[in-house]
């Protein structure tokens, strides 16, 4: 690691937690103390704090990369799907993820909820729950039915501890997760207000860590790269500012969000690992906690593809918000090959930045995307093309 520069040596660090398909990072928090158990769960939203508040630690599995050789996945998925669930079922299969004990799928898409079928026939001594959400965000309809998806997941985690989970302990978790998402938007507006003294490929990583560490640890982490980061000055450029979209779920390769900053952009908002920063606000600590979590969930939170959207209208309006909010230039719609939720999405949310006259372009990749340099030169060209029309 890099003693004289305090950033780097964080990045270093994320870097090496990336890179670990092995999840050494979780071994070595369960062997610090036998008995404990970890809890695995694939994007895009889980309510961490529940396996947070049973002593657990939440681990996000979001595929395998540009690392992994998919062998044995490959013989349980169609070719015309995305690559995700191959690489978690080859993760699965090599062993690499023996240190979980138990796995969440999130209500992402079909393919999803097909992998936590699967699962439960392949690893039949693991928990494995399908974590459904609502379609209703009526507070006595769907936020009913979400608090008692919540009430379940929180007495089957229970029963794996060995011990009811109480409402203090959700409490307690709730307000480790509202400075852990406080953090998160700290590192957001710090990028936004200064993209070149923190770049999308550092910011990337360091959310990365967050799917490994516990909450705590990763709050302190992200909290110090910003304090770090800030007192190195780095070059400024004349970049298009942008916004990127689509890659909720299956995540991009790291080359290639190099390749887009590389391009002449500077990524100022994204939707790279939604669980995150998926609840908008604070979450009251100190009241019914899976009452307050499901309100938080229906009225305050992201909007993505793979959410059910109430009213048409409401169509593209977290976009706009977010190309206002961070003064992005233009959008880059940048989605998983295959992904059915942001493939269908994409179109109507073109519509209404064209309506908008906000620029943007297009492509698709998978998590193992080898050629860079056509991705380089499209985005290249829109920053080019965005910089000549504000010329202009």
Known sequence: MDSGNP????????????????????KQWKAAQ???????????????????????????ILGGGD?????????????????IPRSTIELGLTGRLDCLDGMLFPSICDVIRNLSGMWQILFKDKYVRYFDVPQNYQDEVGGRFYVQELEILRE????????????????????????????????YAYRSEKPWQAPTSEVYLLLRAGMVLPPEEHTRIVRD???????????????????????????????????????????????????????????????????????????????TAAKYDVKR???????????????????????????????LERPMLQDVLARHGVPYTAFKYAENTGQMAPIREQAGTFADSIKLWSAA
């Open 225 to 303: 790269y910003i304090e770090a980061t800030d007192r190195v000055a780095r070059p400024k450029r004349d970049n298009a500012r942008v916004v990127i979209n689509g890659s909720f779920c299956e995540q991009p390769p790291l080359g290639l969000i190099k390749s887009i900053e590389m391009s002449g952009c500077y990524i100022v908002d994204d939707d790279f690992m939604l669980v995150t920063r998926w609840l908008l606000d604070d979450v009251p600590a100190d009241a019914k906690p899976l009452e307050e979590l499901s309100k938080a969930f229906l009225h305050r939170s992201a909007s």
């Open 67 to 83: 690392s992994l050789e998919v062998i044995q996945g490959d013989a349980y998925y169609q070719s015309y799907i995305c690559r």
């Open 156 to 187: 089957d985690l229970g029963r794996l501890r060995g011990a009811p989970i109480t409402d203090d302990e959700l409490n307690a978790s709730i307000a480790v997760y509202n400075d852990n998402r406080a953090a998160i938007r700290e590192l």
């Open 7 to 26: 950033a780097a040596a964080i990045v270093e660090r994320c870097q090496a937690l990336f890179d670990d398909l092995d999840f050494n990072a979780v």
């Open 313 to 343: 209208e409401d169509k593209g309006v977290f976009l706009l918000k977010q190309v206002k909010t961070r003064a992005a230039e233009g959008v880059v719609f940048a989605a998983p090959s295959f992904c059915d939720p942001a493939l």
């Open 34 to 60: 036998p008995g404990r158990k970890a809890i695995g769960y694939m994007p895009i939203y889980v309510p961490r704090e529940l396996i947070h508040a049973a002593g657990m630690l939440p681990v996000g």
